[in-house]
């Protein structure tokens, strides 16, 4: 295969999927929390006796205060460490002006860790130390191990907690909203929507689809367990 050729598959297959920008974590904890969290709620409150009634409206207010909260942690801590990058940004700029021989020497020998030989890592930091802007990001991302372009979004992270959360945990109450009395039957909807859950967020990582499903099958179980176990303990009062 010549070299065009080769190129041309290669950007043809060679495709990542997108990660950046902070929704994907986001979006994979607010879908598994909104299942676990009404899951396990319908759990513990139909363990105690509750009727249709009071597990719907439990679900609907664990739903609503559930999705609000995780959404403005999402945006609180992506903000707060986005703000924690840009202080230590500040603090490298000021360091590269004031000893700028010093980050120089620690640059090099970053690239010396790397298996550079010592010509071509003196000879890239000089080209970086070139232009200010192009130094102050490269330190920050070999020393910090972070991108000052590629920070995730607040805004982007919250909003995908937000909706993911609602759609999780609106799962497990579908067949009490179109319903249905069964508890058995909304905790068994719920397992399906924690395994397909799981099964669908294993395609950004290398584990099996599968094992990822039963993964957070586990995690579900574990949980509703715990809060049924609570619920046939204390009971509910319903007049």
Request: aromatic share 6%.
């Amino acid at each position: 295969m010549d070299d065009a050729a080769e190129l041309a598959e290669h950007q043809d297959d060679h495709r990542h999927r997108d990660i950046s920008g902070g929704w994907l974590r986001a979006a994979t904890f607010g879908a598994m929390d909104g299942l676990v969290t009404n899951i396990a709620l319908l759990a513990g409150v139909g363990g105690g006796g509750a009727d249709r009634e009071v597990i719907i409206l439990t679900g609907m207010a664990g739903l609503v205060a559930g999705a609000f909260s995780m959404a403005l942690g999402e945006f609180a801590s992506v903000g707060t460490q986005n703000e924690a990058v840009d202080a230590e940004a500040a603090l490298e700029r000021r360091e590269l002006a004031r000893h700028p021989r010093a980050e120089r020497a620690e640059l090099v020998a970053r690239y010396l860790e790397m298996g550079l030989t010592e010509e071509t890592a003196n000879r890239v930091a000089d080209e970086i130390g070139a232009d200010p802007e192009v130094a102050l990001r490269v330190h920050v991302t070999q020393e910090l191990g972070v991108s000052l372009d590629d920070k995730p979004s607040p805004w982007v992270a919250a909003g995908s907690s937000f909706v993911c959360f609602a759609i999780g945990g609106i799962v497990p109450l579908l067949s009490f909203l179109f319903g249905s009395s069964s508890l058995l039957l909304g905790l068994g909807i719920g397992a399906v929507g924690l395994f397909v859950a799981g099964a669908l967020s294993s395609r950004f990582t290398i584990r099996t689809w599968w094992s990822g499903g039963l993964r957070q099958l586990l995690f579900g179980a574990i949980a509703a367990g715990a809060t049924y176990l609570v619920g046939t303990l204390i009971g509910v009062g319903v007049s």
